[in-house]
């Protein structure tokens, strides 16, 4: 069983303070101009797993998942990035044929089937929504756009009915990776899509440029429409569906529980991972500002990690990165101690972080961090609450696994 393979230890750095009590090491780094405790790094040296919850098998057999969605019911729809939704029991069972009627995509790089979400109302409507990437201009090279559509499930779950893309990338770029492409919707029905900055030295400048949606993120309503009150629909030039600017490769998006704001993570360069409260109209200053350096080199990038009108993290990762793929604000009743902690799920950090927090919604403070579960030694590529309160972890890569925490 994968899961419980021994884990692969990341390199730890030199100067890391080992924690008995957790086996994990510890750097301290920098206070970020928030005051927020940022800079720490986590790295498992154990084999052991601490004592509390644990991650136990619930569905395996996937290939290659990107994201998942509960249904209210308490079933799972996931992604798999060739091009196939899977729907999967409450005990856990994988239905053994993909559900019908998803999009075309473009299988190449990091792209292809990405994310899905559940409209807030689907006991009323049954829409889901779809992030994928798709070919969508020129042959030599084929270019590749990212995408949004929104679908019925049918009845029995078996098929997307009357599937309508909604958003598609401008402009089309050749580049397959740094895509974004996370889904959330909020309460009030809007629908918003992370975008990044395609990875080439050429396309980040792009980040910065309202022209563009690469290093995006995007609001438009869930039929497609861009709502009036987005802050560049009067700005010359600018695209009307950004709703923030300046991201390198914002890959987790969710909406605070209480206060409905957007709250992003985002793959930064080499040590420089981030977690954004995503505001109307800011820049988050990629790749003018930025804690982390390039990955051949660690070369310095852009004017350093402040500047005046660009916007500070909530909190962020030095090296080695922990390349977050999803967040979560844990609201449910299952595990008490865990409640109102944000969940980090990360690729090559090989664990789920778990961030406290004291303040308020609107202006939050991390107290403390750890990593969890490390002992599993699994790049997570998604973390979702289910309708009662459990806690769900998706592995990445082929074959992959979905997780269930128990206490
Ligand atoms: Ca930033």
Redesign the pocket.
């Known amino acids: 069983m994968q899961y419980l393979a021994p884990p692969r230890r990341p390199a730890c750095p030199d100067d890391a303070v080992a924690s008995p009590g957790r086996r994990l090491c510890l750097q301290v780094g920098a206070l970020s101009a928030a005051g927020a405790l940022a800079g720490l790094t986590g790295c498992a040296t154990g084999a052991a797993a601490p004592p509390g919850p644990r991650a136990l098998p619930h569905t395996t057999g996937l290939e290659l998942p990107w994201g998942m969605a509960f249904l209210p019911d308490g079933r799972l729809l996931v992604t798999e990035r060739p091009g196939r939704l899977r729907l999967v029991e409450v005990d856990g069972r994988l239905v053994s044929a993909p559900v019908a009627g998803v999009p075309e995509v473009e299988y190449r790089g990091h792209g292809g089937l990405l994310d899905i979400v559940v409209d807030r109302f689907f006991e009323r409507n049954r829409q889901v929504y779809l992030s994928y990437t798709a070919a969508c201009a020129g042959d030599e090279p084929p270019l590749n756009c990212l995408m949004a559509a929104r679908a019925t499930l049918s009845a029995d779950a078996t098929a997307l009915e009357n599937l309508q893309p909604i958003f598609r990338q401008w402009p089309p770029v050749e580049s397959g990776e740094n895509l974004g492409g996370r889904l959330a919707v909020s309460r009030d029905g809007m629908l918003f899509i992370t975008l990044g900055d395609r990875r080439e030295p050429g396309e980040r400048v792009h980040a910065q440029d309202l022209a563009y949606h690469q290093g995006k993120v995007v609001r438009i309503r869930t039929d497609g429409s861009v709502p009036g009150d987005n802050p560049f629909v009067h700005t010359p030039g600018a695209l009307p569906e950004i709703w923030s600017y ?3 490769n914002p890959q987790g998006a969710m909406l605070h529980p209480d206060s409905d704001e957007l709250w992003t993570s ?1 793959h ?1 360069p080499f040590g420089g991972d ?1 977690i ?1 409260i995503t505001r109307h109209g800011r820049n ?3 790749p003018v ?2 804690y982390g350096c390039e990955y051949d080199g660690c070369a310095a990038i852009g004017e350093g990690p402040t500047k005046a009108g660009m ?1 500070q ?1 909530l909190t962020w990762w030095g090296q080695p990165s922990i390349a977050p793929s999803n967040l979560l604000l844990y609201t449910g009743g299952r595990f008490p101690q865990w409640r109102g902690s944000l969940f980090v799920a990360t690729l090559a950090g090989l664990a789920l972080w778990r961030i406290e927090l004291g303040g308020s919604p609107a202006e939050p403070q991390v107290l403390r961090r750890e990593p969890l579960f490390a002992e599993l030694g699994q790049r997570l590529r998604d973390v979702q609450q289910s309708p009662d309160g459990g806690l769900y972890l998706l592995t990445d890569g082929a074959p992959a696994s979905i997780l269930r925490i128990e206490a």
């Open positions: 300046g991201h390198r985002e930064g981030e954004n988050y200053g990629w500002i930025t916007e993290p």
